[in-house]
């Protein structure tokens, strides 16, 4: 495992996130949907994080896997694996919860907040610099104005912004760093 | 849940799919088809919205010209709007603009003849029942052109915190006769723009033209908003700085849509505008009430009924509207029912009895679906009727009717149709197809047994109408809805009968006050059989005058109640003559009433008032006053909330990664990557 290695599973990622917005016609059967789900429409807990609502939508998302997916897969594929799936259970039970209010949900960030706070605790863990910590303040910021104000920052889907999913995001990250810090990984990250 | 969301999605899919007609014809230029008479042009066509506290503004401006040799008519026909009020038309005689006074029907249309033959200027709107605005203007001189304009109000509904404008210019090609008479030229030739102003009283997220997909989105801030759609005659016109679009709209044969989001998270409650000249006199209010989400979630399995038209004007949609049947079947839960019953001339079943959704008896009725082909006439009551009977009693059943057309055949009066469902407790849900059909049978029919009816353009986005419909049949709707008023003199409230308010929906109530002063207002209905309250307290302004349209909005939903209580008990002639009283008080186009414009100096010869001419100029003074203003806050109920919950939103969500997040990716590469030693 090396740095230079091309990651293929952040590049199969991608690939699956543009051929299902491009090939799927009737996108509200996989939209994530908790009445579906509760009657039996499982593959809506994987296939809602992997829908996007409009091409902005679709891009923005994928620009932050490209760039968060290699960060990871650089490291360990075995990690990037795990926090998107950690990722899309975190998110998926929020959004099962009544709480949730939602009929329909779709779109990849509340995963990639995932794959974002585990990358800065990997990165912090290897650099200790302070500039990883500002990035998390940021980070941590944005998403408290996005839940306090209703409002999607700089970005205009055509759905409403539905900023829990990224706290939801965030929170998920938190067993794979506890994860990684208790236990040996089996791949060694490259440090 | 499932069920719902399903059958739905399907049929607002098969809905929309319907409407792809080949046969549509649209707006345009009328010629008779079989005489030697040439066409004329349709040389600018500009439209122009405001839309601002709860209503919007439309003025449609057009250049017809005439490149013959001789002097010619122009007759233009449009698609009636959405309970659309048209109050101002213009026509601009030796060079000066001249607007319209409202008459009789037969007196507007003798006094054009006699205009016409005298071989002066005149021009006339008749409205043509819920289907078209027909528009005559004389002479369009050999060589010459004329330029005329019309304006229309139409109250705009939010639901479910998205709104949505129709400029509806498609029609569903349901009049055979007229189709086979009258030859349309919908062609712009030089000028075409479409433009929209938005003020809200609450932030706006985003707006979307699904249809149009290069207009030129412009926010001005939270609450003010432009839309523009212009070609590159108008821009050259306009000397418009904004994108240019090359051919954007040439025909007017597509329905120009367009929605806005409201941010999420937004409180339920009560915006108020009013109309009071002076202090003692009657004044008009507009109460737009936006519940608060609090209808429970409907958890238990439903029969369905589908009675689906296969009249002849559904020929070439057929297809389509089967693969959304079959879509939504393969899709129901096994243990749900359902029926599918066809109606052209005669209504007969599909099915025999409830079946049960199980594939085998899906691929079964959707072959035999197949092997119909649509024709002859639609006799809507016998369809319905069958749907009916065929439902089960001791089960929650749903009726949903599928139509893009008009009763021609059988019982056809609306109060047969009425009666009918007043017999029988069932919820009707009606997909309102293209802007030809009988919208006000269908929507009286879904109010009158507590159901909804949702109108659908081949211009609407098949998602939101999927996810509009399902968010009111997934919840439950408050029913027998009711408003009352202590403290101020209130009356003339127009809707008579409010009746159920689904998710998402909002409420619209115009009404006279005659001292201004505090009210305590109160809104009523029943939930699950149990009765809901929600009051609050605010202020009727003693004087107000920046919203003089209000008072043709209050007219033309007074009229609809008169209208709908004609339907139900027949003809009535004092009925009939309180809409015509009332549309010419306030000027309004109707079926009983026409706008005719004539030479400035034949109104007086003629002895007609020029009443609408001053109303005209204090409506244009208030739009120039509020244009002035901006964007105003128009609730009311800020000290006393209505509702202690957040308006409903469509329940749908996303997020998105977005260029702040990855400004701060960025020197978290650089971190990794001068780790990596790649930089050095």
């Known amino acids: 495992m090396t740095s230079k290695r091309i990651p293929v599973l952040t590049i199969g990622l991608l690939t699956t996130l543009f051929t299902l917005h491009w090939l799927v016609t009737d996108k509200t059967a996989l939209y994530f949907s908790a009445a579906g789900i509760f009657d039996g429409e499982a593959w809506r807990i994987i296939s809602g994080h992997f829908m996007h609502a409009d091409l902005q939508h679709l891009l923005w998302n994928c620009l932050g896997l490209a760039v968060l997916g290699t960060l990871l897969e650089f490291r360990s594929r075995t990690v990037l694996l795990a926090s998107f799936g950690t990722g899309i259970v975190v998110v998926s039970a929020l959004l099962l919860t009544p709480y949730a209010k939602l009929d329909y949900y779709c779109g990849l960030s509340g995963v990639l907040n995932t794959l974002l706070l585990v990358a800065l605790w990997l990165e912090w863990k290897s650099t200790r610099s302070r500039l990883i910590i500002l990035i998390t303040c940021a980070c941590i910021a944005k998403v408290v104005i996005e839940v306090s104000q209703g409002v999607s920052i700089m970005t205009h889907i055509t759905w409403p912004p539905y900023a829990w999913s990224h706290v939801a995001g965030l929170i998920g990250a938190l067993p794979v760093i506890w994860a990684l810090t208790e236990f040996k990984p089996k791949a060694r990250l490259i440090r | ?453 949702i109108n659908v353009s081949n211009g609407d986005d098949i998602a939101g109408k999927i996810i509009e419909a399902t968010s009111k049949l997934t919840h439950e709707a408050l029913h027998d809805v009711d408003v009352s008023f202590s403290g101020i003199k209130v009356s003339d409230l127009t809707p008579e009968r409010i009746g159920s308010l689904y998710r998402g929906q909002q409420l619209i109530v115009f009404g006279h006050y005659w001292d201004g002063g505090m009210a305590n207002v109160s809104l009523s209905g029943k939930a699950s059989g149990e009765t809901r309250n929600y009051t609050s307290s605010f202020e009727f302004p003693e004087t107000s005058t920046l919203h003089p349209e209000i008072e043709r909005l209050w007219a033309f939903a007074k009229i609809e109640d008169l209208q709908n209580r004609l339907d139900y008990f027949g003809g009535d002639a004092d009925i009939e003559q309180a809409i015509t009283d009332i549309a010419v008080e306030n000027n309004l186009v109707t079926d009983y009433t026409s706008m005719i414009v004539l030479r400035e100096e034949r109104y007086q010869e003629l002895g007609i008032d020029r009443l609408n001419k001053s109303r005209v100029e204090k409506e244009q003074l208030a739009r120039q006053e509020r244009l002035a203003q901006g964007a105003r806050n128009n609730r009311v109920d800020t000290q006393q909330p209505m509702y202690a919950e957040q308006r409903a939103s469509h329940g749908n969500g996303g997020g998105a990664f977005d260029i702040w997040m990855l400004l701060l990716l960025l020197p978290l590469m650089f971190l990794h990557l001068r780790t990596r030693n790649i930089l050095q």
Not at chain 2, 237 to 245: K, P
Not at chain 2, 264 to 271: F, R
């Open chain 2, 1 to 453: 849940m499932k069920t719902i969301h399903t059958l739905l999605l399907s049929l607002t899919a098969l809905c929309i799919g319907t409407i792809w007609s080949p046969a549509t014809i649209a707006a345009g230029l009328m010629t008779p088809t079989m005489s030697n008479l040439p066409q004329l042009e349709i040389r600018q066509h500009h439209v122009n919205v405001v839309i601002e506290d709860g209503y919007a503004i439309t003025t449609v401006e057009q250049v017809f010209a005439n490149p013959h040799a001789t002097d010619l008519e122009a007759i233009y026909s449009f698609p009636v709007p959405e309970k659309a009020a048209v109050g101002e038309f213009t026509y601009w005689i030796d060079g000066l603009p001249v607007t319209g006074e409202v008459l009789e029907k037969q007196q507007a249309r003798e006094i054009y003849q006699q205009e016409k033959q005298a071989g002066r200027e005149v021009a006339l709107t008749e409205q043509d029942s819920y289907k078209t605005f027909d528009i005559a203007v004389y002479p369009v001189r050999a060589g010459q052109d004329v330029r005329i304009s019309l304006t229309y109000i139409q109250p705009v509904h939010i639901d479910s915190s998205i709104g949505r404008f129709v400029y509806p210019l498609e029609d569903g090609g349901v009049d055979e006769q007229k189709l086979s008479f009258w030859t349309y030229n919908d062609a712009v030739e030089e000028a075409f723009s479409f433009n929209l102003s938005f003020r809200s009283s609450w932030p706006i997220d985003d707006f979307r033209l699904p249809q149009h997909p290069q207009a030129n989105i412009q926010k001005l801030s939270d609450n003010e908003w432009n839309v523009a759609l212009v070609n590159e005659f108008a821009a050259i016109e306009e000397g418009s700085t904004n994108t240019v679009l090359p051919s954007v709209v040439q025909r007017l044969d597509q329905d120009i849509v367009v929605y806005w989001r409201q941010q999420q998270g937004l409180p339920g409650s009560v915006e108020m505008v009013t109309y009071k000249e002076n202090p003692g006199e009657r004044g008009t209010f507009m109460l737009t009430v936006t519940p608060g989400d609090d209808l429970a979630p409907i958890t238990e399995g439903r029969d369905w009924v589908f009675v689906l038209d296969f009249s002849g004007s559904m020929e070439g949609k057929f297809q389509s509207l089967i693969e959304g049947v079959k879509k939504g079947l393969t899709r129901l839960n096994p243990n749900d029912r359902f029926r599918i019953i066809l109606f052209n001339k005669h209504a007969r079943e599909v099915t025999h009895g409830f079946e049960y959704a199980a594939p085998e008896n899906i691929q079964h009725y959707i072959h035999q679906l197949e092997n119909n082909h649509p024709n002859s006439g639609t006799d809507l009551f016998a369809g319905l009727n069958m749907g009916i009977q065929s439902l089960d009693a001791d089960r929650s059943n749903a009726l949903i009717l599928v139509t893009d057309g008009v009763a021609n055949l059988g019982y056809t009066e609306k109060k047969d149709f009425l009666e009918l469902l007043e017999q029988t407790d069932v919820r009707l849900f009606t997909f309102v197809l293209g802007n030809s059909s009988n919208r006000p049978l269908l929507e009286s029919m879904a109010k009158v047994s507590n159901g909804f009816a």
